[in-house]
């Protein structure tokens, strides 16, 4: 079983809606990261959180430790939201990341 | 501006070749790791460092060497390129702290036939 585990694979929508990932571990993690990854190949660091909820423009993040899960939401979404999300998180006080397989986002205008 | 760097965006190499690959960060961060990433595996840890000169195993170091002579500059060394290790590999930088992020590099596509 991996040790992070996002939903869904893939996710095509259309522009305007509302759009969730999410993301599971089974592991005890100092921080959790949600990355995006467009064609080409470039990862951009998007969150990093320890609790509780981020917002950054149209993208929501937020963790719930206890239940060790990870949400990322996209309001109002637009074509330029497809990419590749990537959960991954961060075991203890050490740097090393432990990633899910993603999920690519496909929004249609 | 962040900036990490890698040497080439795409590389065909043969078989049997030593391939290195090259990545520099410009921000004086004491980590940096290279990972893989495969279809269907997502992002894998090959190596990493914590200092000039140190390096750490990752999950899957087998075939690979790493080099750190300098703290920006983190080389990937293939000593005999395999066909399965055909793959992106991506390079990545981070402050110290174990709570800071990672910045990536755009990755380098490799081939090998």
């Known amino acids: 079983k991996n040790e992070v585990e996002q939903s869904p694979q893939n996710l095509t929508a259309q522009e305007g809606e509302f759009i969730t990932i999410n993301c599971s571990y089974s592991?005890?993690?100092?921080?959790l990261h949600w990355l995006q990854q467009h064609p080409g190949g470039g990862i951009v660091s998007l969150f990093m959180?320890?609790?509780g909820k981020k917002k950054h423009g149209r993208l929501i993040a937020t963790i719930n430790i206890q239940e060790k899960h990870s949400s990322l939401h996209i309001t109002a979404s637009h074509p330029r939201d497809s990419a590749v999300y990537i959960c991954?998180?961060?075991?203890?006080?050490?740097?090393?990341?432990?990633f899910g397989k993603g999920t690519k986002l496909s929004v249609k205008p | 501006d962040v900036k990490v760097t890698q040497s080439s965006r795409y590389l065909v190499k043969r078989t049997g070749e030593k391939v290195f690959l090259e990545c520099v960060q410009d921000?004086?961060?004491?980590?940096m790791f290279w990972y893989r990433q495969d279809p269907g595996l997502g992002l894998r840890l090959i190596y990493f460092?914590?200092?000039?000169?140190?390096?750490e195993k990752g999950d899957i170091p087998e075939g690979y060497s790493v080099s750190r002579e300098k703290k920006e500059r983190f080389s990937l060394i293939l000593e005999s390129a395999s066909t399965n290790q055909t793959s992106m590999y991506l390079c990545?930088?981070?402050?110290?702290?174990?709570?800071?992020?990672?910045?990536f590099g755009p990755g380098t596509r490799l081939t090998v036939l």
């Open positions: 592991v005890g993690i100092s921080a």
């Open positions: 991954a998180v961060r075991r203890g006080s050490q740097g090393n990341l432990i």
């Open positions: 460092s914590y200092d000039v000169k140190m390096k």
């Open positions: 990545a930088s981070s402050e110290q702290n174990s709570y800071n992020e990672q910045f």
């Open positions: 959180l320890s609790s």
């Open positions: 921000m004086d961060h004491e980590n």
